[in-house]
């Protein structure tokens, strides 16, 4: 690699004249998700730009969330960028444990990142993690298991007609399960899709003074819909099953219905990858008619540790990854069905991009997620499927594992809520809400 750069003296010795940074090599943090993946490799046509070489740390999602938190925390030092989203940046930002981005180059602009995702990454105004890719949730279905079923997919459907559907659509005898969902334990996992799911049945994690709700209707309405319909549908043990699990199961045709990331859209569509590339539809994240969706909004973004001793060569790498450039390259490569979505104004401007099937069912999801009124009771929080509050995660990842103990068969939903509300409410007044 180093040959490779020293060769390159045109474009390496120009950019780092005109910046004035040195070479540097940057250890990086990121998810598996499949855009990650296809990034780094990509990553030579950065250092080829910069001179900057780069080391990545690639680890599955409730891993990478525990190690970023752990070294960001504790002044660790082992990251110059770190791949984190909208629950963590805006608090850690007001903490002044990230370095803010807003100082980008006027060739960057800033000002084209969609309001939703500049929103939920800033502080007061002040950008801290630049968007790589935007995602809201949304239904992916198999159009000829639908057909067969005799059944079509509305725009916009309720839980009532997903269930009939996922029943209707199973096939046990040829390993097709009607819906493939969460179940895996972790607050950004299986804890992010039963939120955003209990929102359409009319829970909330508290009420207007910061106690804990698991003790209602609504919360019990939601887990016992959940298991029924995993039950009758449902994969075995998807107890265990988070995004990459049930990606590959869909790609595999094992799926009538998944609800998850828009971004899976371009992969469970890619023929390279999927079984079932020409047969997959689109559509709302499902509701109960009590005025809210069940799709989440999130971003996965990059931001720089504060302390970082590479300041200037980590916000080069971010301005290369989250660019309009990274998009076209990642275009001209791979075609515009596989660019990191949901986080440019722009793209969706792109007449070339909207030709993609999903484009605008990904951007309807994300305009339709209202992170400062996602309930349909009063909360007093931010965020759709996670409560802005830093106490959250670490509470939120011991509520997922009583419910996947629950999707397990080894506790009822009654128990699993009893546990649920007595570990938020003993949490919340330790914290001093209370």
Not at 241 to 269: H, Y
Not at 395 to 415: L, N, R
Request: charged share 20%; net charge negative; glycine share 8%.
């Amino acid at each position: 690699m180093k040959i490779f750069v020293r060769a390159l003296l045109g474009a390496s010795a120009l950019s780092l004249a005109v910046t004035g940074v040195s070479a540097e090599t940057l250890t990086i943090a990121t998810v598996n998700n499949g855009d990650m993946i296809r990034m780094q490799g990509l990553t030579e046509d950065f250092t080829a730009k910069t001179g900057h070489d780069v080391e990545w740390v690639t680890l599955e999602e409730n891993v990478l969330r525990q190690r970023v938190t752990t070294d960001i925390t504790t002044k660790g030092g082992a990251f110059d960028i770190m791949t984190i989203g909208m629950y963590e940046t805006p608090i850690w930002g007001a903490n002044g444990w990230l370095v803010p981005l807003d100082d980008l180059s006027a060739e960057y602009d800033a000002d084209d990142i969609l309001p939703a995702m500049a929103g939920g990454l800033s502080h007061d105004g002040t950008l801290y993690a630049a968007p790589f890719y935007g995602e809201s949730s949304m239904i992916m279905y198999r159009t000829d298991l639908m057909e067969k079923a005799g059944l079509e997919m509305p725009d916009a459907p309720t839980w009532t007609f997903i269930r009939e559907a996922a029943a209707a659509m199973t096939d046990r005898d040829n390993d097709i399960n009607g819906i493939c969902l969460r179940g895996k334990a972790g607050w950004g996992e299986g804890g992010a899709f039963i939120t955003a799911m209990s929102n359409s049945f009319g829970a909330r994690w508290f009420d207007m003074d910061w106690n804990a709700q698991f003790d209602t209707q609504p919360w019990k309405d939601t887990l016992e819909f959940f298991v029924g319909m995993m039950s009758e549908s449902g994969p075995a043990g998807y107890a265990t099953n988070g995004f990459n699990e049930n990606l590959s199961l869909f790609q595999q045709g094992k799926c009538g219905m998944w609800i998850d990331a828009t971004v899976a859209a371009s992969f469970v569509t890619n023929p390279n990858d999927s079984t079932v590339a020409d047969k997959v539809g689109f559509a709302l994240a499902p509701d109960n008619g009590l005025g809210k969706r069940s799709n989440w909004l999130w971003a996965w973004a990059l931001a720089i540790p504060a302390g970082s001793q590479k300041v200037d060569a980590a916000k080069q790498f971010i301005e290369w990854a989250t660019s309009k450039g990274y998009i076209e390259l990642v275009a001209s490569k791979e075609g515009w069905a596989n660019v990191p979505p949901g986080a440019r104004k722009s793209l969706y401007e792109n007449p070339n991009y909207m030709d993609v099937p999903f484009a605008k069912m990904t951007l309807d999801s994300i305009l339709t997620a209202d992170p400062n009124n996602s309930t349909v009771e009063p909360s007093p929080y931010v965020g759709v499927q996670f409560a802005a509050i830093p106490e959250f995660a670490g509470i939120a990842t011991e509520v997922s594992q009583e419910f996947s103990a629950v999707y397990a068969g080894q506790q009822s939903v009654d128990e699993a809520l009893a546990k649920a509300q007595a570990i938020t409410n003993d949490a919340m007044e330790a914290a001093g809400y209370k």
